[in-house]
């Protein structure tokens, strides 16, 4: 496991900056338990980033808490996919969890729509997107200026493609940005639960799941919710058992 990032986030004022120092000199003690409640305190006054949220994550992970610390570091990585230092240390989590979900098989091209949606943000999209519409002017306006027929038949063509990309860019990003405010998912923070067939303690037992497992939230019942694994089943728990990512 990668050391607590030492970053100030650009704290607002003096006190949070000193808590955050604080955290950090706690956390290299291993003082663990002391560090994250001062990240935590932070964490409830400032807006939250994707350091603040890893730092926690290790946190938790040293003091033993699986399910917590996965939950923190997918938050983090919902923040930044990109970051390398999340992604290690997410799959040294999920390692580490009891239940190994198949999830279900997808036609290739699917797959790789979804990855490519889940997997990037807005912001690269849109990064790409400015790359490609400045592509797509600077062929224009040759196109528009050149006398040679062989250039302004290149120009004409790499204008095109390149627009062509800007457009679905933007709908990918567009995409994007849709899954990463309208999807809901959850991890199992407590050691284990049983899944129920209905929203209601004396309902049938469907399966169980062990903390740290990851699954989509689909609807909710007061402090139900039904929640759905990669491999397809599906359930009801009550919110106090995981935490929303």
């Not at 939950?71 to 390692?95: C, G, M, R």
């Not at 567009?174 to 284990?192: M, P, R």
Request: glycine share 4%; proline share 2%; charged share 20%.
């Amino acid at each position: 496991m990668r050391k607590v990032i030492f970053l100030l986030l650009l704290l607002s004022t003096p006190l949070f900056a000193d808590k955050f120092e604080e955290a950090n000199k706690l956390y290299t003690n291993n003082k663990f338990d002391a560090a994250l409640q001062l990240y935590l305190d932070i964490l409830n006054k400032t807006k939250p980033t994707s350091n603040l949220y890893y730092n926690i994550g290790n946190c938790y992970y040293r003091l033993n808490q699986l399910g917590n610390a996965i939950l923190y570091y997918e938050k983090a990585y919902k923040l930044n996919p990109d970051d390398e230092s999340i992604q290690k240390n997410l799959k040294i989590a999920n390692a580490k969890i009891i239940d190994k979900i198949t999830p279900i098989s997808k036609i290739f091209i699917y797959q790789w729509y979804d990855d490519l949606i889940q997997k990037n943000s807005p912001k690269v999209f849109a990064i790409w997107s400015i790359v490609l519409i400045w592509i797509s002017s600077v062929f224009a306006i040759l196109f528009l200026t050149t006398k040679k027929s062989n250039v302004r038949k290149l120009s004409f063509y790499i204008t095109l493609i390149s627009f062509l990309f800007f457009i679905i860019l933007i709908w990918f990003g567009f995409k994007s940005d849709e899954f990463s405010n309208q999807s809901q998912s959850g991890v199992l923070t407590t050691q284990s639960v049983y899944v129920k067939s209905s929203p209601d303690e004396n309902s049938t037992d469907l399966f169980i799941i062990h903390e740290g497992t990851k699954f989509e939230l689909n609807d909710n019942i007061s402090d139900w919710y039904k929640i759905r694994l990669a491999n397809g089943a599906t359930g009801w728990i009550t919110e106090k058992k995981f935490g929303k990512i």
